[in-house]
């Protein structure tokens, strides 16, 4: 799923269109289909935590949010669409020299620009903002102390860009057991720092490693891989449901009782 580096890297390549004049746009979604941006400039294009913004001339902004299985493409104009299906589309944005298409997009929206504080108000800080705060991500992670600390990374409000692969590895590379109490945690700075650092040196590509390694079937310790030795210990890798989510962890270096 997309994590917060996949959705700034997307934010980078509609870059592309930046400058550029809407020569059309193609909507999808039926609370959207009558909407035409032709003629509008795109301005800027930034990610919020998991959230899209492309900001328009008209101090208008594009919200999307790619969830489990969203994406933006951005073509040149008269390249084949080599994304996914096309009924998968949800709005296309063209300009004179390229096109952007959106694929099952959610939370598809048009807001005023002013109007992104209120839709975005509830995310934590961003770890991959450049005004990323990480006291502030401790002291919203810390405020709900018997919280499962797998549970809270994941929760946007606490601090934003962490989704299931990197809770899973950032558990593992603390040592901590994802169903540990969050004020059993007593490395919280340490989880908000390492986090910063693991989305921060993914930045710009495309392949999330962990390990350092871009090789496939390298680039994590735990995630993805039920029943396969640790990389550290050998002990098989364990799976489980956790809440609505699935949680990766080896039962040796990262075990119950630590912390208590
Ligand atoms: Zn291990």
């Not at 002013?114 to 903002?129: I, N, Q, Y």
């Not at 992670?141 to 499962?148: C, V, W």
């Not at 692969?165 to 059993?184: M, S």
Request: some cysteine; aromatic content about 6%.
């Amino acid at each position: 799923m997309p994590e917060g580096d996949t959705v700034w890297n997307t934010a980078r390549s509609l870059d592309r269109l930046v400058g550029q004049t809407l020569t059309g746009s193609d909507f999808r979604v039926p609370q959207l289909a009558t909407v035409d941006l032709t003629g509008r400039t795109v301005e800027s294009s930034a990610s919020r935590g998991k959230h899209l913004l492309l900001r328009l001339s008209g101090a208008v902004t594009l919200h999307s949010h790619l969830r489990m299985d969203g994406s933006w493409r951005v073509f040149a104009a008269g390249e084949r669409w080599s994304g996914k299906p096309a009924h998968l589309i949800r709005v296309v944005l063209k300009t004179d020299r390229a096109a952007a298409v959106g694929y099952h997009l959610h939370e598809l929206k048009l807001v005023p620009t002013t109007g992104e504080p209120a839709l975005l108000g509830h995310l934590g800080p961003d770890l991959l903002g450049d005004d990323w705060d990480p006291g502030e991500a401790v002291r919203r992670l810390a405020a709900d102390p018997d919280r499962e600390i797998a549970d809270a990374l994941l929760d946007q409000r606490n601090l934003a860009g962490i989704g299931n692969l990197y809770k899973a590895e950032l558990l593992f590379l603390q040592g901590i057991w994802p169903w540990t109490p969050v004020g059993r945690v007593a490395t919280l700075p340490k989880l908000a720092d390492l986090a910063h650092r693991l989305l921060t040196a993914n930045k710009g590509r495309w392949t999330q490693s962990t390990t350092g390694s871009l090789r496939r079937g390298e680039t994590t310790y735990v995630y993805g891989r039920r029943s396969m030795p640790c990389r550290r210990c050998g002990t098989l890798i364990r799976k489980q449901e956790q809440g609505e989510r699935i949680t990766y962890w080896c039962p040796t270096c990262q075990p119950e009782d630590l912390g208590r």
